[in-house]
């Protein structure tokens, strides 16, 4: 191996190590994860079904530089462990004021019991009240 390219090599390695496990390879390396629901706001009032160790992604729309955001009502930490938090602007928009953004949270559910997510998109200066969407889930995590 010529060592001038191992600083690529090395750089090439640790990119690799940043990416995202996607739900089927964290659960072959972790053997933790059984599975991954993904909802969205169409999964609005909904009851899920999961075991201890599954996890829920939820993705919700927004709208970016607004003001506007997801914040949560109710979410019981006992039951859900966050795994991942996060939020993408749709590439093309990036430049506009109010582009399309995609706010993303990954729990994993941790405990045998029923919970709810609850959650409101407002400015937080406007408090809670002036919510113009709301979302929520019904967890039913089993044996």
């Known amino acids: 191996m010529r060592f001038d390219r191992l600083p690529i090599l090395l750089a090439i390695l640790l990119f690799c190590s940043l990416l995202p496990l ?15 629901i993904r909802v969205d706001i169409d999964s609005n009032g909904s009851k899920i079904e999961l075991h201890p160790g599954d996890e829920i992604q939820i993705e919700l729309q927004g709208a970016g530089a607004t003001g506007y955001a997801w914040y ?17 602007i749709h590439e093309k928009s990036k430049e506009l004021v109010g582009s399309p953004t995609l706010y993303t949270w990954v729990f994993k559910a941790q405990k045998i019991g029923k919970s709810v997510i609850k959650m409101s998109y407002y400015r937080i200066w406007e408090g809670r009240d002036s919510a113009v969407r709301r979302f929520e889930v019904e967890i039913n995590i089993i044996p």
């Open 72 to 88: 949560f009502d109710e979410l019981d930490n006992d039951f859900f462990e966050l795994i991942h938090e996060g939020r993408k």
């Open 22 to 36: 996607s739900a089927s390879a964290a659960a072959e390396s972790t053997g933790t994860i059984k599975k991954r």
